[in-house]
């Protein structure tokens, strides 16, 4: 069994390491050869003494495919809470309280075949990566190819990841605008990945400046609350999200006229709607403006061989609305097949985790 740190994962992931797996991982899961249990939180009922707002959280999610040849799960065991920032606006925050000032979250592989644990890896690059490169197949998928200017939400770790899988699928984009609420924060993403990329990457100042002319507009963000108003949408923008509800909080980064004005409704899994009660997804059903039927996942996508959008005027939403264990089940496998090939992280004895009876 091979024990892997983040420190490992970044020297052995690319991006489009994580593009290519992940689609080959939801056209697995789209045919049946593979399977995903719901992602899950369960907050403990008492707050800690020592923060006041924040309890103990323990979230978990596993899957599996055919093509990866492996079992993932995944869990984190967080203090979590609700912090309000400066400008008055509130976002979710995790705790660091494990020793040394660190986060707990490990991805456990698990044979198909021998089912025996293979690997234990950090989980913290890879989900960056993986929520990152899901939003691109979504904007693959469904966003105009002549693309030029793209809105983004969000200057922090998976702001980052998007625009990095955002240019892998439309190189072509030549100016990104880049909204959040904290100016520094804002102006320094911009000015770093402007450098980076060498596009015209700027911040600035007002919301609507990162979704009116914008022909994609992507939210990366841990807003409680919608970033945007949808009536400042134009014909023929893609939007991207990648907060719902998660069961425990009523999260939303899309409002509900961004939804009710979308001619198209792609979800990352439709079972997590109804699992934790996403009424950002649900809302246009409910008002009798799309069927549950015309709302899609993005494997379904995928796998079709008509195009996804209808027209170039045409509005389409991608609800990047949970976290899936095939996620970390098939990106882990990659990882652990380059960690192998370049003997990097620590083995430890598979027998110490078998046994010769059972319960």
């Excluded at 707002?53 to 492996?70: H, L, Y």
């Excluded at 000032?101 to 198909?112: A, C, E, R």
């Excluded at 989980?123 to 966003?143: F, H, N, P, W």
């Excluded at 009116?212 to 609350?225: E, F, K, Q, S």
């Amino acid at each position: 069994m091979r024990i892997l740190s983040n420190a490992d994962v970044e020297q052995l992931l690319s991006p489009q390491d994580v593009l290519e797996t992940l689609e080959i991982a939801y056209r697995d899961l789209a045919q049946h050869r593979g399977a995903n249990r719901p992602r899950n939180h369960t907050y403990f009922p008492v707050e800690d003494e020592r923060y006041p707002g924040f309890r103990f959280r323990f979230k978990s999610q596993e899957g599996g495919n055919v093509s990866s040849g492996v079992w993932g799960t995944r869990i984190t065991s967080d203090l979590a809470g609700v912090e309000t920032l400066p400008t008055g606006e509130q976002r979710r925050r995790l705790l660091p309280v494990a020793p040394g000032g660190n986060y707990v979250g490990l991805v456990t592989l698990f044979s198909l075949t021998e089912l025996a644990p293979l690997a234990m890896i950090h989980d913290s690059v890879i989900q960056k990566y993986r929520v990152g490169a899901t939003t691109a197949l979504g904007i693959r998928e469904l966003a105009r190819e002549d693309v030029k200017v793209a809105g983004m939400f969000g200057a922090g770790w998976q702001a980052a990841a998007h625009l990095e899988t955002l240019l892998l699928v439309r190189p072509g984009i030549e100016e990104i605008r880049v909204f959040s609420p904290t100016a520094a924060r804002r102006e320094a993403f911009a000015a770093h990945w402007a450098a980076k990329t060498g596009r015209n990457v700027k911040a600035v100042s007002d919301p609507k400046q990162a979704v009116a002319g914008c022909d994609i507009v992507t939210t990366a963000t841990a807003a409680m609350d919608p970033v945007f108003d949808g009536a400042w949408l134009e014909p023929g923008t893609h939007v991207s999200s990648i907060t719902s509800p998660d069961g425990t909080a009523m999260r939303r980064e899309l409002d509900d006229t961004t939804f009710d004005r979308a001619g198209r409704i792609v979800v990352f899994s439709r079972e997590q709607v109804h699992h934790d009660n996403q009424i950002d997804i649900l809302g246009p059903v409910e008002r009798g403006l799309k069927r549950w039927e015309d709302i899609a996942e993005l494997g379904d996508v995928l796998i079709d061989p008509e195009p996804a959008r209808s027209s170039a005027e045409e509005i389409t939403v991608f609800a990047n609305n949970t976290g899936m264990g095939i996620q970390f089940a098939a990106v882990g496998a990659r990882i652990l097949e380059l960690a192998e090939q370049r003997n990097l992280g620590h083995v430890i004895p598979t027998e110490w985790f078998v046994e010769d009876t059972t319960p």
